[in-house]
């Protein structure tokens, strides 16, 4: 079966730290994406990023950077320098590859940011 | 104008009410879905389709319904309302002819339902 965890229920940080958000996934597909989504307080979902199980390079945007690491099965989320617009849930999900199926999402991680 | 809308964004009703959200689609994508979010619980699926005559449920389709009107709209019903369906309701979308087709989801803004 597969499954998302986000063990980090919630996370608090001042304006400037660097946060790591974890995910860490199970699937017996060998192919498979991975995803993170943005939830800010106005609760619509944004898309950040997508990742394929065969492209193992960690991803760099702006103050964004994801890596991913198949050995341990995880996907984790860095914001360098946080800001307090990134404030926000943010949730890890993982789809099987041209399967009929959907979206699993973990259960979410909520970042706050203090100025 | 959003790619997926739906209908209404807020709504707060009556236990034992009939209510029915609605989600439209101009993006031509063959999959829909329904997604219900409760804090500290994520996303769950309801309900999905993947095409017309194609409907599925997903991890907690107990006490709704859905109807695909059309490859553009997928309804997401609940026949007698109870509180603890009070929760933020998504729709989405998908198409399985991209390349490379990774399930990518397509959200709408969510729908707020609260259920006295």
């Known amino acids: 079966a597969q499954k998302v965890t986000q063990a980090q229920t919630e996370i608090s940080v001042v304006e400037k730290e660097d946060v790591t958000l974890d995910c860490v996934y199970e699937t017996r597909d060998t192919t498979y994406y991975l995803f993170w989504y943005k939830q800010p307080p106005s609760g619509e979902l944004v898309f950040l990023i997508r990742r394929n199980s065969f492209d193992e390079q960690n991803e760099i945007s702006g103050r964004y950077s994801w890596n991913f690491q198949k050995s341990t099965s995880s996907f984790n989320f860095t914001i360098t320098a946080s800001q307090v617009v990134d404030s926000a849930v943010y949730f890890c999900?993982?789809?099987?590859?041209?399967?009929?199926?959907?979206?699993?999402f973990g259960k979410g991680t909520t970042l706050s940011v203090s100025s | 104008d959003a790619d997926v809308t739906q209908t209404p964004r807020n709504r707060i009703t009556k236990t034992g009410k009939r209510i029915m959200l609605e989600c439209s689609q101009t993006?031509?994508?063959?999959?829909m879905y329904w997604y219900r979010q409760d804090p500290g619980l994520g996303l769950r699926l309801i309900y999905y389709?993947?095409?017309?005559?194609?409907?599925n449920k997903g991890e907690i389709s107990d006490g709704y319904s859905v109807s695909r009107q059309a490859q553009a709209k997928f309804s997401l019903s609940l026949e007698s309302a109870i509180p603890n369906q009070t929760a933020l309701y998504f729709c989405a979308t998908s198409d399985p002819r991209a390349a490379p087709n990774t399930g990518e989801l397509f959200f709408g803004e969510g729908s707020r339902l609260t259920v006295l």
């Open positions: 999900a993982l789809t099987r590859h041209q399967a009929g199926t959907a979206l699993i």
């Open positions: 993006k031509g994508h063959d999959r």
């Open positions: 389709s993947f095409d017309v005559k194609d409907i």
